[in-house]
């Protein structure tokens, strides 16, 4: 892999969302098309889904790969 920019400049919300795209967090199942309880739970679940996907990507916002870098050497070192 070879990046197209500097580690500093992407951070690890910008990788998820390259790699998940506009995949549910949660790994959502359509209810089933008769089942007006199952639309109801779906509808709630969805809800839930958006907010949980604005926390993650609000959370990896804050880091980039190169902190992961950092962290991950800085690791290696003190198991050294």
């Given at each position: 892999?070879?990046l ?10 910008t ?10 967090v949660?790994g959502m ?16 679940l ?12 609000a ?15 800085a690791?290696?070192?003190d198991?050294?």
């Amino acid at each position: 892999w070879m990046l197209e920019r500097d580690a500093e400049e992407i951070d690890l919300a910008t990788v998820w969302i390259a790699l998940n795209g506009e995949d549910p967090v949660l790994g959502m199942h359509a209810p089933q098309p008769d089942c007006g309880a199952g639309k109801r739970v779906q509808d709630s679940l969805l809800a839930l889904d958006r907010r949980a996907r604005r926390a993650l990507l609000a959370e990896l916002a804050r880091t980039t790969i190169a902190d992961v870098l950092r962290e991950g050497r800085a690791t290696a070192l003190d198991d050294a």
